[in-house]
């Protein structure tokens, strides 16, 4: 059977649906290789890939951009970072390509270098987004600010009108750092980040409808496979059995950000409440943070140990911790702070699985009554969670790759 390269940035939020993929293709008799952040290699091995670091210089090139005072900002300091990455990412994936040899090349979305080095070469490959690409699209809002879809002729006039003012934006952000190192790698500049997303021969993306919303014109290229959920092997730790209330998870980012106060917030919102809430810090736990009785805090525990015995999932807006609830019919309250958050929120309201605060209106009375109002949309979520079934999930995308890049027939 063929041998499959994957290489992620350094996000256990974007290796773990890549990580759930590359199980599928194991299972199908193929031998992965997987380059990934440092976290993450024991993972991998003991999953049996042949599993390395990524160049250390980019885990050390850290995300900041949830430090910046507006979004406009945040996101030229978001692709910077990802520039910077790519820099590195050149060499690191040229040399993991003369080592492994692969068939096919699996590239995390967030991997500029690593993309770019696939299109220079001839070696099929495929771009994974583990979160909805901002790709344009007929009668749909442009994408970043989180914009509720408007139907018939006012609301194609009022996206018209703001696409060029939001995809502007984003273009510039990333057309400086990101042809430098396409040029440097060989391969052919872009004009837009629409272009650059079109130049993946196939897209899988890890989403599907109804959460998602209809994109007809994504074209051939483009497949959603629904969520591609992962945990980390483990057995569920003691305290978890010892819980007795209906359980609320709370979520904070994998990857730095400035969400610390959303579990303080949930703790002290339900505090009085018939629950327990269980929140997780994956950045690691800030100092001076105390849980209430019916509370439990931990760095990192596996969600779906939890989300098996949840009510509702209080979220950062992740794409990861509100599609894995979801997946579940586990119904969920979204506080987005920032990146691809504030469309993730939009979904959650437009589909009825949940509901949305904005981070800025944050109060506990908010927060209490937006949560209970989550635990009374079972039905929005079950039908979201049917959607993700239809999609086909890892086998769709195992399907998918080898159809199309391996050449394999049904």
């Known amino acids: 059977m063929a041998t499959i390269l994957a290489y992620t940035s ?20 193929h031998h992965i290789a997987l380059k990934t952040l440092a976290e993450g290699v ?6 049996g890939f042949e599993t390395s670091a990524i160049d250390p210089r980019i885990e050390a090139t850290v995300m900041t951009d949830w430090m910046a005072p507006n979004s406009r900002v945040a996101l030229k300091v978001a692709f910077g970072v990802f520039g910077q990455r790519a820099a590195y990412e050149v060499e690191d994936v040229r040399g993991a390509i003369a080592a492994v040899r692969p068939d096919v090349l699996v590239v995390d979305a967030n991997c500029w270098g690593a993309a770019a080095v696939a299109d220079a070469a001839s070696l099929p490959w495929v771009s994974f987004w583990p979160y909805t690409p901002f790709l344009r699209s007929r009668g749909v809002p442009p994408f970043g600010p989180g914009l509720r879809p408007w139907p018939g002729l006012l609301g194609r006039l009022r996206d018209e009108a ?12 990333i057309l400086g750092p990101l042809n430098p190192v ?43 496979i629904g969520p591609c959920a992962f945990d980390p092997p483990a057995t569920a730790p003691p305290w978890l059995g010892e819980i007795g ?21 949930a703790m002290a919102a339900l505090a009085d ?11 690691g736990v800030p100092d001076g943070i105390v849980a209430p009785r019916n ?29 894995k609830a979801l997946a579940r019919g586990v119904p969920v309250c979204v506080v987005p702070h920032g990146r691809d958050q504030f469309e993730v929120a939009r979904r959650v309201e437009v589909s009825r699985c949940g509901t949305h605060l904005a981070a800025k209106k944050l109060t506990l009375a908010r927060l209490k009554s937006k949560v209970q109002q989550a635990m009374s949309m079972t039905a929005g979520a079950k039908r979201v969670a049917d959607g993700f079934n ?3 999930g890892v086998s769709h995308g195992g399907d998918v790759i080898e159809r199309r890049l391996l050449g394999v027939q049904a």
């Open 10 to 29: 350094p996000a256990l939020g974007n290796l773990y649906p890549i990580t759930a993929l590359l199980i599928e293709l194991q299972r199908r008799g």
């Open 162 to 173: 703001l696409r060029p003012l939001v995809t502007g934006a984003l273009d510039k952000a």
């Open 390 to 392: 239809a999609s086909g």
């Open 273 to 283: 409440q018939p629950v327990h809430v269980v929140a997780t810090y994956p950045s």
């Open 295 to 323: 509370a439990t805090v931990q760095k990192f525990v596996p969600h779906g140990l939890v989300l098996d015995r949840a009510v509702c999932a209080i979220t950062h807006g992740g794409m990861g911790a509100t599609q």
């Open 42 to 47: 024991s993972t991998g091995r003991e999953l």
């Open 245 to 265: 209330q209906p359980i609320v998870l709370v979520t904070t980012s994998s990857d730095r950000q400035a969400d610390s106060q959303l579990p303080v917030a």
């Open 182 to 224: 396409r040029e440097s790698a060989g391969a052919k500049a872009v004009r837009s980040g629409d272009e650059l997303l079109r130049r993946a021969p196939l897209m899988l993306v890890a989403t599907g409808e109804p959460f998602e919303y209809p994109h007809p014109d994504w074209g051939e290229s483009v497949e959603m």
